[in-house]
């Protein structure tokens, strides 16, 4: 059974970089896509990129200045970087599994999400 | 960028009952759509992926239908453990995006 666990500072400061890593588990991170996606408190769920094993990634264009993924298949681990961070990056923020080998890309396995909390 | 729209936003049902929640997408999509369920505190849940194809693990009650730019989640006979927030998704395009959600909350 594969899982999904983040990591990383729950609290970042504004103007700094909110960095966060996934582990992997229980599968190997080869051969997938990887994702982050959040949800502010009370609202829906936002994609902020994938990348797929190989290191090629897709970010959302809204946030795609801002936004470095990453991914160390020796460590069975990807990560998120997102700079220059306000209020409006407060969100619980998930990292995922992005299934492909049906052909229809849904989203497997789901880290249980970190909250992070933008304040001085 | 193409745009996913649920309705409800929120129903309110009693156990035992049928829930039907729609999604529209604002361009065809073939039958790239997949369903989540959300519990408070949780992360999301797959239920449905392709429209109509039931994620291993998840009981029979749930089904889906449709294609190109409706769809339709079905939960037969409601439980007390279906209570949540329901999500469609679009996996027609990278990054493909939600709906903005559906609570059903009990009557």
């Known amino acids: 059974q594969v899982q999904l666990q983040e990591s990383g500072p729950g609290l970042v400061k504004p103007s700094e970089t909110l960095s966060l890593t996934c582990t992997v588990s229980g599968g190997s991170i080869s051969s997938y896509y990887w994702s982050w996606i959040r949800q502010p408190a009370g609202k829906g769920l936002e994609w902020i990129g994938r990348i797929y094993s190989s290191g090629s990634t897709n970010y959302n264009p809204s946030l795609k200045s801002r936004v470095t993924m990453s991914v160390d298949t020796s460590k069975n681990q990807f990560s998120l970087k997102l700079n220059s961070v306000t209020a409006a990056d407060t969100a619980v923020y998930f990292c995922a599994r992005v299934e492909y080998y049906s052909g229809w890309y849904p989203v497997d396995y789901w880290g249980q999400g970190t909250l992070v909390t933008v304040s001085s | 960028d193409i745009q996913m729209t649920q309705s409800p936003s929120s129903l309110s049902a009693s156990v035992g009952d049928r829930v039907t929640i729609t999604c529209r997408a604002s361009q065809s999509i073939s039958s790239y759509l997949n369903w989540y369920q959300q519990k408070p505190g949780k992360a999301p849940k797959l239920l449905i992926y392709?429209?109509?194809s039931l994620q291993s693990g998840v009981p029979s009650r749930f089904s889906g239908s449709g294609s190109g730019t409706d769809f339709t989640l079905t939960i037969t006979s409601l439980q007390p453990e279906d209570f949540a927030t329901y999500y469609c998704?679009?996996?027609?395009?990278?990054?493909?995006?939600f709906g903005q959600g559906t609570k059903v909350e009990i009557k």
């Open positions: 998704q679009q996996s027609y395009s990278t990054l493909g995006s």
């Open positions: 392709a429209a109509s």
